[in-house]
């Protein structure tokens, strides 16, 4: 089992860039999938790019050449890195890892506004 710790989050203008961490503390962090989500107020949670264990990668179309997922399996991190930056990417975003189930991080909150 894994416990995940989100950090980088805040406030950056339109067009800003931002790089999410997820801290993963467990055993086995290199045969979990993983994957960054977001929800946004009054919004459900949505998925906005996953990284399996074999390093394959997907993203939400509305992201897709603006963000760039990453793991390092030494280091048990995930990263997001976010470029150009819009309000709707305003949310909390949360870590998750998933292998024979599924752990969260509690979540940190990025918001974009001038």
């Known amino acids: 089992q894994l416990q995940l710790v989100e950090s980088g989050g805040g406030l950056v203008q339109p067009g800003g860039s931002l790089r999410l961490s997820c801290t993963a503390s467990g055993i086995g962090f290199n045969l979990y999938d993983m994957g960054w989500y977001r929800q946004a107020p009054e919004s459900e949670r949505e998925l906005v790019a996953q990284i399996d264990h074999a390093g394959n990668t997907k993203y939400l179309d509305s992201v897709k050449g603006r963000f760039s997922i990453s793991r390092d399996n030494v280091k048990n991190m995930m990263y997001l890195q976010m470029n150009s930056l819009k309000p709707g990417d305003t949310a909390v975003y949360y870590c998750?890892?998933?292998?024979?189930?599924?752990?969260w991080g509690q979540g940190t909150e990025v918001t974009v506004s001038s």
């Open positions: 998750r890892a998933s292998w024979r189930a599924a752990y």
